[in-house]
């Protein structure tokens, strides 16, 4: 069995630990070659589980070679939100601060979903800036913190983007669909109102357009949602379709 991102194939330990049948014998932890635990621990960072276990980390504190506290507990979280245990067959088996074949397995199909997200954003932005947009990018206090969010629930991905300095909206990506803007009012019922790319709306398929009144719109894989000008109410017809995220990345 190989890895699927380029991320981790070249190195061996992780292909070994890859390749074990699960006799949690092979595994990262305390004491692990600093080489592999920094591409364990970017991985953590790029998927911002560090960021839920220990906020406000940097970069630099984080991706340092040595599997310390903050990576343990990481490692315990993102195993946790998984449901990844040992031993594997038992339901109620313990959840350590390890990280073994399942937890590579998975990661290395989270940072490929991650991977491919990033430049189809970065086209979109660079897309929508040429096209006269003045969007930017959230600024964060740490250089190297990762825009791109995995959107739970889904093999997809979000930035938000900013507008003269406040809060715009969010550009969307998931492979089916490519990578779309949805910002203001609309974008503020999309996320709060019919559960953001995970709800039934699924993902955009389009750029906001003027409906036939003018109305500002978005088609998503679900429906279309609209913000009437007159009123400021914001809308959403269902087009009937079951957004099917499949079973590969359903807990993502």
């Known amino acids: 069995m190989d890895f699927e991102s380029p991320r981790f194939t070249r190195d061996t330990l992780l292909h070994d630990i890859l390749n074990d049948p699960d006799t949690g014998a092979v595994k990262l932890g305390p004491g692990s070659p600093p080489e592999s635990v920094k591409l364990l621990q970017q991985a953590l960072f790029d998927l911002h589980w560090v960021f839920a276990t220990s906020p406000g980390t940097m970069h630099q504190d984080f991706v340092i070679g040595i599997y310390g506290p903050r990576t343990q507990a990481a490692v315990i979280a993102y195993k946790t939100r998984y449901g990844i245990h040992f031993p594997p067959e038992v339901p109620t088996g313990f959840i350590d601060h390890f990280a073994g074949p399942r937890t590579f397995r998975r990661l290395d199909r989270h940072c490929v979903v991650l991977d491919r997200a990033t430049p189809a954003l970065y086209n979109k932005l660079s897309e929508l800036q040429a096209g006269g947009l003045a969007i930017t990018l959230v600024r964060y206090p740490d250089p190297q913190h990762p825009h791109t969010r995995p959107v739970v629930g889904t093999a997809g991905a979000t930035w938000q983007v900013m507008l003269d300095g406040e809060p715009f909206g969010h550009l969307y990506f998931r492979e089916e669909t490519g990578a ?52 400021g109410l914001v809308t959403a017809t269902s087009n009937d379709v079951i957004v099917d995220f499949g079973d590969e990345f359903s807990r993502f």
Not at 187 to 203: E, K, Q
Not at 204 to 221: H, L, V
């Open 180 to 231: 779309f803007l949805v910002s203001g009012d609309i974008d503020d019922f999309y996320r709060d109102s019919a559960g953001g790319p995970s709800g039934s709306l699924g993902y955009p398929t389009s750029d906001e357009f003027p409906d036939a009144s003018g109305n500002p719109t978005n088609e998503f894989e679900g429906g279309t949602v609209t913000q009437d000008l007159q009123t």
